[in-house]
């Protein structure tokens, strides 16, 4: 009996969050939450926070607190502290007090978003949540911990974008990279060529006549807020010089040409204009995002700048510049292009095709996404670019979860599986080492649309392997098992059922 007794009260339990904490202890107590239980604020600037616990409280638990600068125990405090860190957050808790403390408003929304799944799994007994106290004390592994929606392929609109940050600042995802144009749609609306968003968004991938749609700039701008009430920032990619097809049924006087298979697909690197018309679109778009970032995309351009050679503006420009083959002229475009972007103070992002130039390193950040080209990823981290890894397997969320699956992309046999995703670790890849691992800004998931048509397949592609994305972008490895996550995952699918999310189950076979 002792024996079993003892085996009970020494069982460590898992700690029921996700991304799973840098630490935390289970504390033998319940906090009583109800009605009456006051958020209590140390200080002004935490508001923010405070607001976010009370908003989700009441839509996750059905519970309405009230914010007050003082108020008796029990209660739920948060507080300024000397912790180093923007996101390093610290959660105590007893039966008496939850207290939530961080360097800033960030911090200690993480410590908000960490009670808040602890009270997503709580029982109810009479009018209380019984939440379990823990004891946690958290930072993130890393600082870019992104998700990418193509939604040129196939559009899904500000609700469905919304829904998503919203499981993004659940998960602690903190970037949302948001793939705007391609050759199927342009998707925002530029306001000195409006043609880009009236004629370019017409269409998607599987239905080329499907009415435009497009987000006007005051979309954008709400978005760019709800997302920044979540600590996310929103990053738009405008794609160049490839991929340019719907700007250029637009705007045909800027097309550089294309190929059989990818008509109208690049912009023209021989003409002035193309420049000028460009940076004018930029312009407008960092004016939309705070973020201070631009992705270029710089991917792919050899599908279709077949006509570029014969051309004869582009003739002349390699005469003048002394460029010798086409992809120097596409190395001269990106170079234009990014000086625009560094003069608008603004970082250039691009795909990891840019990684062979010479750019400024404190102001670019490359994606990684060629998984079978390790060598990208080799000459991205000699040139000291600060990276973030995206590579199609496991980081591809078109790619299909099972082996079972037929609908979405395979590499020969290989796939993205939950496991895979949660698995992944930089420091297996070749070329990275204890010097250059400090260049790894983070990893980010990528979802390309091509075969994700509506909402309901976005979110089978999407739940849960974002969750596992979480946890490899936040956790640390130490802290990181299979067998928990999945534990914890099972909990959370309860949740995706009360939003009615039509997620994978990789666990019912
Ligand atoms: C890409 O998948 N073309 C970046």
């Given at each position: 009996m002792l024996a079993l007794f003892q085996v009970g009260a020494n069982a460590q339990h898992i700690c029921p969050v996700i991304p799973q904490p840098s630490a935390s202890t289970e504390v033998p107590a319940f906090f009583k939450l109800n009605k009456s239980t006051a958020i209590v604020v140390d200080d002004e600037s935490l508001l923010p926070a405070a607001r976010y616990l009370q908003k989700q409280l009441l839509s996750q638990n059905k519970i309405a607190l009230a914010i007050q600068a003082k108020a008796k125990s029990p209660h739920i405090r948060l507080s300024l502290s000397k912790k180093a860190g923007a996101e390093s957050y610290q959660l105590e808790m007893n039966a008496r007090e939850i207290h939530i403390s961080g360097a800033g408003n960030q911090a200690v929304f993480y410590g908000v978003i960490s009670l808040l799944q602890l009270t997503s799994s709580a029982k109810s007994s009479q009018?209380?949540?019984?939440?379990?106290?823990?004891?946690?004390?958290?930072?993130?592994?890393?600082?870019?911990?992104?998700?990418?929606?193509?939604e040129s392929r196939h559009f899904f609109g500000a609700d469905k974008?919304?829904?998503?940050?919203?499981?993004?600042?659940?998960?602690?995802?903190?970037?949302?990279?948001?793939?705007?144009?391609?050759?199927?749609?342009?998707?925002?609306?530029?306001?000195?060529?409006?043609?880009?968003?009236?004629v370019?968004?017409?269409?998607?991938?599987?239905?080329?006549?499907?009415?435009?749609?497009?987000?006007t700039q005051e979309q954008v701008a709400e978005i760019v807020q709800y997302a920044a009430e979540r600590h996310i920032t929103v990053i738009p990619e405008i794609d160049m010089p490839g991929h340019a097809t719907a700007a250029n049924n637009a705007y045909p006087q800027f097309s550089g040409g294309g190929s059989e298979k990818h008509p109208e697909f690049t912009f023209h690197p021989g003409k002035e204009s193309t420049y000028s018309y460009l940076t004018d679109i930029l312009r407008e778009v960092n004016a939309l995002?705070?973020?201070?970032?631009?992705?270029?995309?710089?991917?792919?351009?050899?599908?279709?700048?077949?006509?570029?050679?014969?051309d004869p503006d582009v003739k002349s420009l390699m005469a003048r510049k002394r460029l010798k083959t086409v992809q120097e002229v596409e190395q001269y475009f990106m170079q234009r292009m990014a000086d625009s972007v560094y003069a608008m103070n603004a970082k250039l992002l691009a795909w990891d095709e840019v990684a062979g130039m010479n750019l400024p390193k404190k102001e670019t950040i490359v994606f990684w996404w060629r998984h079978d080209k390790p060598q990208q990823l080799q000459t991205t981290l000699d040139k000291g670019y600060q990276t973030v890894l995206c590579p199609r397997i496991p980081f591809y969320f078109d790619f299909v979860q099972d082996s079972t699956h037929s609908l979405g992309r395979k590499w020969n046999k290989a796939y993205s599986g939950l496991q895979d995703v949660y698995d992944f670790k930089a420091a297996n890849l070749p070329g990275v080492n204890s010097s250059n691992q400090k260049q790894i800004l983070g990893v980010q998931a990528n979802v390309w649309t091509e075969t994700i048509a509506d909402n309901y397949r976005l979110d089978y592609m999407l739940y849960p392997r974002i969750a596992a994305l979480a946890e490899t972008a936040w956790s640390s490895n130490d802290k990181k098992s299979y067998t928990s996550f999945a534990q914890n995952l099972k909990q959370h699918f309860l949740l995706y059922n009360n939003e009615r999310i039509n997620y994978f189950n990789p666990f019912k076979k």
């Open positions: 009018d209380n949540l019984l939440v379990q106290c823990w004891n946690i004390e958290d930072r993130p592994a890393y600082s870019w911990r992104g998700l990418m929606l193509d974008v919304k829904f998503i940050l919203n499981w993004m600042a659940f998960y602690k995802l903190n970037r949302f990279h948001w793939h705007l144009t391609d050759e199927p749609a342009w998707r925002i609306e530029i306001k000195s060529y409006p043609r880009l968003a009236l370019g968004g017409i269409g998607s991938y599987t239905n080329p006549y499907a009415p435009a749609q497009f987000y995002f705070p973020a201070g970032m631009l992705h270029l995309g710089g991917d792919e351009v050899s599908f279709g700048n077949d006509k570029w050679l014969a």
